[in-house]
């Protein structure tokens, strides 16, 4: 079982930064993609980053160049600048491995104008 332990989101002015964190247990981790989604009020979750097991990375095109994904061991990062209130939902960790994946529980992001 993998569980997925989020942290880092907050509150913060536009313009502002934030770091998220998404701690893996077990030994997939490392083997997997992993990613970000979020999920505003009264809209679908969507895919904000993911970072393959070899470092390749996808954004959407409403973070590109404003959010980096990187990760170290079984850590996942969601480095975000220039935020905007648009960015404003939770933010969601995922770990795809083969037909397996698993989401964190979430950590909410806010944006004031």
């Known amino acids: 079982q993998v569980q997925l332990v989020e942290s880092g989101g907050g509150l913060v002015q536009a313009g502002g930064s934030l770091r998220l964190s998404c701690a893996a247990s077990g030994t997939i981790a490392s083997r997997s993609t992993m990613g970000w989604y979020r999920q505003a009020p009264g809209r679908q979750r969507e895919l904000v980053a993911t970072?393959?097991?070899?470092?390749n990375t996808n954004y959407a095109d409403s973070v590109k160049g404003r959010f980096t994904i990187s990760r170290a061991k079984n850590t996942v990062y969601l480095q975000m600048n220039s935020l905007k209130p648009e960015d404003t939902a939770v933010y969601y960790c995922?770990?795809?491995?083969?037909?397996?994946?698993?989401w964190g529980q979430g950590t909410q992001v806010t944006v004031s104008s």
């Open positions: 995922k770990l795809l491995f083969g037909v397996f994946y698993y």
């Open positions: 970072i393959t097991s070899g470092d």
